[in-house]
């Protein structure tokens, strides 16, 4: 009988981001809906959850770069994952291609562990992670464009203010 050699578990290549939340670019363009529209650049960590359709990939949920290889969001968006996700880092406008972007595919979904237990259809510990394939030996790549959040290591609380961004429609009409 042969014997078995064990193997170490599959290691994320090494971090190579040096700052976190730190955009390069600060400027905004003109209000909407009660915000501001995006310049690129402006929300480095953002990342865009796609799925692949018949017409190209389409945008379903957003996400939070945290490390190279991770991405942090909501668990309603991952219930019922798609057969192949990918993840586009970089991107200002989702309806084209950018030169800046960066395309991962999506090979582990992490739902928290307590996500709606016992709680019916309330969506509490709605988090999960997504780790990113490594393209080439490395995920996500620092750059004006794509860089990853900062996360506190303490709670912050109730009522804290904060910043808000995602994809949506920038003009009326």
Request: hydrophobic share 35%; net charge negative; charged share 25%.
């Given at each position: 009988?042969?014997?078995?050699?064990?193997?170490?578990?599959?290691?994320?290549?090494?971090?190579?981001?040096?700052?976190?939340?730190?955009?390069?670019?600060?400027?905004?363009?003109?209000?909407?809906?009660?915000?501001?529209?995006?310049?690129?650049?402006?929300?480095?960590?953002?990342?865009?959850?796609?799925?692949?359709?018949?017409?190209?990939?389409?945008?379903?949920?957003?996400?939070?770069?945290?490390?190279?290889?991770?991405?942090?969001?909501?668990?309603?968006?991952?219930?019922?994952?798609?057969?192949?996700?990918?993840?586009?880092?970089?991107?200002?406008?989702?309806?084209?291609?950018e030169?800046?972007?960066?395309?991962?595919?999506?090979?582990?979904?992490?739902?928290?562990?307590?996500?709606?237990?016992?709680?019916g259809?309330?969506?509490y510990?709605?988090?999960?992670?997504?780790?990113?394939?490594?393209?080439?030996?490395?995920?996500?790549v620092?750059?004006?464009?794509?860089?990853?959040?900062?996360?506190?290591d303490?709670?912050?609380?109730?009522?804290?203010?904060?910043?808000?961004?995602?994809?949506?429609?920038?003009?009326?009409?």
């Open positions: 009988a042969a014997e078995e050699t064990p193997t170490e578990p599959p290691t994320d290549p090494p971090e190579v981001f040096q700052t976190c939340g730190q955009p390069e670019v600060r400027r905004s363009l003109k209000k909407i809906y009660g915000g501001s529209k995006a310049t690129p650049g402006k929300h480095p960590w953002m990342a865009s959850l796609q799925i692949q359709t018949p017409d190209g990939n389409e945008h379903f949920c957003g996400g939070v770069l945290i490390k190279s290889c991770w991405v942090l969001t909501a668990a309603h968006c991952l219930e019922n994952p798609e057969k192949k996700i990918q993840v586009a880092l970089g991107k200002q406008n989702l309806k084209k291609k030169d800046h972007e960066q395309i991962f595919d999506a090979v582990e979904v992490i739902l928290h562990g307590k996500y709606r237990e016992e709680t259809h309330a969506l510990n709605d988090i999960a992670l997504l780790r990113l394939k490594p393209v080439d030996g490395y995920c996500a620092e750059t004006k464009y794509v860089k990853i959040a900062c996360l506190p303490f709670f912050l609380p109730a009522g804290t203010s904060c910043f808000i961004a995602g994809w949506g429609d920038t003009e009326t009409g």
